[in-house]
């Protein structure tokens, strides 16, 4: 089964196409605040319970493809193991998104970092010199 695309008419129908989130790069930290609902089931009654998730990360790859574009974030979730979620821009489930730190990189892709463990894996920070 092929997954619908997105079109501009069915982002426009949320009111995703202006959102104003900060600039980021492939290899920058982010920290992105999503919306997260559950079902719960109290007894014959089911009620969704909606609450903020963060997921905290090294963005290791972004694809451009119009209202259709995503981003990948990767972590080392509990007891290391590695977890990465693929975004997409135009979704009305993100809330939020913070640029925690900016990463030095020289790759648009950085899938080499899934065999890589520990200080290996680690990205590093981009300097921002002042003048004055």
């Not at 990360?57 to 590695?82: C, E, L, W, Y």
């Not at 590093?124 to 003048?131: G, L, Q, Y």
Request: proline share 3%; charged share 35%; glycine share 6%.
């Amino acid at each position: 089964m092929q997954a619908k695309k997105i079109t501009k008419e069915t982002v426009a129908q949320f009111g995703m196409i202006d959102r104003k989130f900060p600039e980021f790069n492939v290899g920058d930290t982010l920290a992105v605040v999503q919306r997260v609902r559950e079902r719960i089931k109290e007894g014959d009654k089911e009620s969704i319970k909606e609450r903020l998730q963060t997921f905290e990360g090294d963005v290791i790859a972004i694809r451009k493809n119009g209202v259709s574009s995503t981003f990948t974030i990767r972590k080392i979730g509990a007891h290391n193991i590695p977890v990465e979620r693929i975004f997409p821009f135009c979704t009305p489930i993100i809330e939020d998104i913070k640029v925690i730190r900016l990463g030095e990189v020289r790759r648009a892709k950085l899938y080499y970092l899934r065999d890589r463990v520990g200080k290996a894996a680690k990205i590093k920070e981009k300097i921002i010199k002042s003048r004055g």
